[in-house]
């Protein structure tokens, strides 16, 4: 059977970042108002919130071969996450020189990569959108996720893709021969809609091919990355606030019981801010994808955000949520107890001062 030549294809990188705890996406569109929109979805997604979509100029992608161009999107996301996509061509290539093209891609534009454009971009994105920003972060949790979509081959195929070419090295980034196994892993998740369609999604690649249309899989999968990305800061800030909101209530304990109830109400207002505010914005991001007119899209996703881990973060941060709950309930009980023991100890005195007083009249 002969290796078929691909006749266009799109490889999109991907790097997605926490930027702020939320942003204002009419002020993101005000601040670049003279930036062309980039194309929408296609209509069976239903955003709760539609992220803004821009197109954002080119950057040069160094190769071995000399340097290729890429188009810059910027996809901008209201709980505070903006997505970065940087798309190149590739035309009329063989099938093996094709695999290697996006393996070079991906190595030039690996976020350890010196010359990657990622932080010069991240850089002056959050410039442009500063005014645009809630509370801003250095954006230290990232994530990124490589799209490979082949739009037609020179041929039509004698049968699916998958039977016709080895997809292994394209979906492992490694051109190393792999086991029987490890091909079956790769090809776990393959999905497709029409008869001609493979859908293959890995942890960190997907191969789109659907030569009948797009049917909205890379918006998905950018969603589920931008989920990923949400939930990992959120767990890794209650990491943070745990530790310190154990040192607070220790230190609670040495302070007088005149001033205690105080102390105890300061540090439960906090920790209800803290459960609050996480609350709404995860909750803002497991409904990011509101709903999806088609069945084979919402398989695609959910699959997908099992693949990610996606439901064991979110499980791992709703009982974190829980402790900080558990505790601001219980300091907020014991504040209570401790105004209800002054007032006491108060009534008492001022009960003896009226007796000391009576006996000296």
Not at 5 to 31: E, M, N, P, S
Not at 47 to 68: A, C, H, M, N, S
């Amino acid at each position: 059977m002969a290796t078929p030549a691909v006749r266009r294809a799109r490889l999109t990188a991907l790097g997605l970042f926490d930027v702020a705890y939320a942003i204002d996406l009419a002020k993101a569109r005000a601040c670049c108002a003279d930036t062309p929109l980039a194309d929408e979805p296609v209509a069976s997604l239903t955003f709760d919130v539609p992220p803004l979509r821009l197109q954002y100029g080119t950057v040069e992608i160094p190769l071995p071969d000399g340097p290729v161009q890429g188009e810059v999107a910027v996809h901008v996301y209201d709980f505070g996450a903006i997505a970065l996509a940087i798309t190149c061509i590739a035309e009329d290539l063989p099938w093996t020189r094709f695999v290697e093209f996006a393996r070079e891609v991906e190595e030039a534009l690996a976020f350890d990569k010196a010359s990657a454009p990622w932080m010069s971009l991240l850089a002056a994105v959050k410039t442009r959108f500063a005014p645009a920003l809630e509370r801003p972060n250095e954006a230290v949790i990232q994530e990124d996720y490589h799209l490979i979509e082949i739009d037609a081959f020179t041929a039509p195929l004698p049968d699916v893709l998958h039977r016709v070419v080895d997809l292994s090295p394209l979906l492992a980034g490694d051109p190393r021969p792999l086991s029987v196994e490890a091909r079956e892993i790769l090809l776990r998740h393959r999905f497709a809609y029409l008869a001609e369609d493979c859908v293959v999604v890995t942890r960190d690649r997907a191969l789109l091919y659907q030569p009948g249309g797009d049917a909205g899989i890379a918006a998905v999968l950018e969603v589920a990355n931008a989920q990923l990305l949400e939930l990992r800061y959120y767990g890794n800030l209650l990491d943070d606030e745990l530790p310190r909101m154990y040192d607070l209530v220790d230190r609670t304990r040495t302070v007088s019981a005149f001033f205690a109830p105080s102390e105890l109400s300061r540090l439960a207002r906090r920790l209800y801010t803290v459960w609050a505010e996480v609350t709404e914005l995860t909750e803002k991001v497991e409904n990011a994808l509101e709903a999806m007119g088609h069945p084979y899209l919402a398989q695609v996703y959910t699959a997908t955000l099992e693949l990610f881990g996606v439901p064991a973060l979110g499980a791992a941060v709703d009982r974190k949520l829980e402790i900080v709950r558990d505790t601001y309930a219980a300091l907020y009980d014991e504040a209570s107890v401790s105004r209800a023991g002054i007032l006491e100890i108060t009534i008492v005195l001022l009960i003896a001062v009226e007796l000391v007083l009576a006996i000296f009249k």
